[in-house]
């Protein structure tokens, strides 16, 4: 069975940084494409970061020059560098992946970590 892991969240106050963790585990064949998304309370999950297989990233222009992220295929885990952070986003921050086992491919979903941004 696979699993996604999630860790890094914290408290932090407007202006800090920190950095989310995602690791995968369970009998893997390969790793699609990794992302972040975040949901504030009251809000639809937003996706903050995408990287493909290949290492392409993507970004909506409300993190962009912000947020980095990037990902480790030799220990399948995907990072998310916040830089800047403000209070607006502050949310709980899933990590999802496409995941190729011997069975099949499909998407996983962490649990979540939480993201806290004082001003």
């Known amino acids: 069975q696979v699993q996604l892991v999630e860790s890094g969240g914290g408290l932090v106050q407007a202006g800090g940084s920190l950095r989310l963790s995602c690791a995968a585990s369970?009998?893997?064949?390969?790793?699609?494409?990794m992302s972040w998304y975040r949901q504030a309370p009251g809000k639809q999950r937003e996706l903050v970061a995408v990287?493909?297989?290949?290492?392409?990233?993507n970004y909506p222009g409300s993190v962009k020059g912000r947020f980095t992220i990037s990902r480790d295929n030799a220990k399948n885990t995907v990072y998310l560098q916040m830089n800047s952070l403000k209070p607006e986003d502050t949310a709980l921050y899933y990590c999802?992946?496409?995941?190729?086992?011997?069975?099949?491919?499909?998407?996983?979903w962490g649990q979540g970590t939480q993201v806290t941004v004082s001003s």
């Open positions: 369970g009998i893997i064949v390969g790793i699609g494409t």
């Open positions: 990287i493909t297989s290949g290492g392409a990233t």
């Open positions: 999802n992946a496409e995941v190729q086992t011997i069975v099949r491919t499909r998407d996983y």
